[in-house]
């Protein structure tokens, strides 16, 4: 009997203390809140700037003066007076071809030439005597002037085996070597004044009304990613290209220390006038098919905050921070990190250490 109560009792004990341990654990479930803790974002407040008008185009950077050096006469390759990548003045000689033959035929014909100076004279002279015919006084003066023409014709020959430099400038890669055979044509490097460069680039037809020359251009070069480098408009084309209804136009840059001819570039060709807008960082748009949205931070009566998103009517981004058409006032806080936690009305913490 007694071992029967003892079990009982047992039990009890058992099933009671944990009748009370679920009491207490529903009691603590009971009264816990289930409310979402506020979700954690950055902040910025959208401002009113003032944006400067302008039409973005991409073009090819070249210099004012720069050719292909090329040689007008074929020959043989008998001396060199450069190397790649000098600096030379102009009329400095480049290249000098085979010119034996010329040279030869040029002492003969100053022979021949001198020859003919005497004959001259001396007809000349007894033209005036009544001594020798009209005749041979003619015959003379075409001997002459046909001594003056070959001499002449040999001394453009031996020009054109002399390559010299048409103005001042940088060579680039030498393609010629001492001995190598050329013919006209043959490249025997690049000139190019980089004291004076311009820039080639195309826009749209309808822009023809906004371009005139002297307007301000700012253009960028991925050589030098964190340079700005200034241009100014020089002239517009007169047409249209009719098979891309774009319109060609030359600026000439006022600063371009670095840049080399054949550089890609990015510019703006500024209108001159200004536009206002609202502007917030560019982080702050959330982008979709339904519309842009920016989530506008909200604070109630007891200082608590809270996130709604808003469908805006964005502009262009410049320099990390996006223009802002309707949708969203200046002053409102908006927020620029953590949208994708968000929904409407969702309770937010604003990290104030980070900055935007």
């Known amino acids: 009997m007694k071992a029967y109560v003892f079990v009982i009792a047992l039990l009890l004990g058992i099933f009671g203390s944990i009748a009370g341990y679920k009491y207490v654990q529903f009691s603590a479930l009971a009264n816990a809140s289930f409310e979402r803790p506020p979700v954690a974002v950055a902040a910025s ?119 010299r430099a048409p103005f001042a400038g940088v060579t680039g890669i030498r393609q010629v070597e001492l001995g190598d055979y050329v013919s006209p044509g043959t490249v025997v490097a690049t000139l190019q004044d980089l004291s004076e460069l311009e820039i080639d680039f195309t826009l749209p037809a309808q822009s023809a009304p906004k371009l005139r020359p002297g307007q301000r251009i700012e253009l960028q070069v991925d050589a030098f990613p964190d340079r700005r480098f200034e241009a100014t408009l020089q002239a517009v084309d007169s047409q249209i290209d009719p098979n891309t209804r774009n319109l060609r136009a030359r600026a000439r840059l006022t600063e371009g220390e670095g840049i080399l001819p054949g550089m890609f570039a990015y510019l703006r060709v500024y209108m001159g006038t200004t536009s206002e807008l609202v502007t917030v960082p560019e982080t702050a748009i959330s982008y979709s098919l339904h519309g842009n949205t920016v989530y ?42 953590g949208q994708n936690k968000l929904y409407r009305g969702a309770r937010i913490a604003v990290d104030e250490d980070v900055v935007f």
């Open 296 to 337: 506008v931070i909200d604070e109630n009566e007891a200082g608590l905050l809270s996130a709604s998103p808003v469908i805006v009517e964005t502009s262009e981004t410049r320099d990390g921070r996006t223009g802002i058409l309707s949708g969203l006032g200046d002053g409102a806080r908006v927020v620029t990190a």
């Open 45 to 163: 407040i959208a401002r009113a700037d003032r944006w400067s008008e302008y039409l973005a185009a991409v073009g090819t950077i070249k210099a004012i003066r720069g050719i292909q050096l090329t040689s007008e006469g074929s020959g043989e390759v008998l001396g060199i007076h450069f190397d790649s990548g000098d600096a030379v003045e102009e009329g400095h000689l480049m290249v000098v071809l085979n010119d034996r033959v010329e040279i030869a035929r040029r002492g003969s014909q100053r022979a021949t030439l001198e020859l003919a100076k005497l004959q001259y004279n001396r007809n000349r002279r007894l033209l005036q005597q009544k001594s020798v015919s009209r005749s041979d006084y003619d015959r003379s003066k075409a001997d002459l002037d046909r001594a003056r023409a070959d001499l002449a014709e040999t001394e453009a020959i031996l020009s054109n085996k002399r390559i």
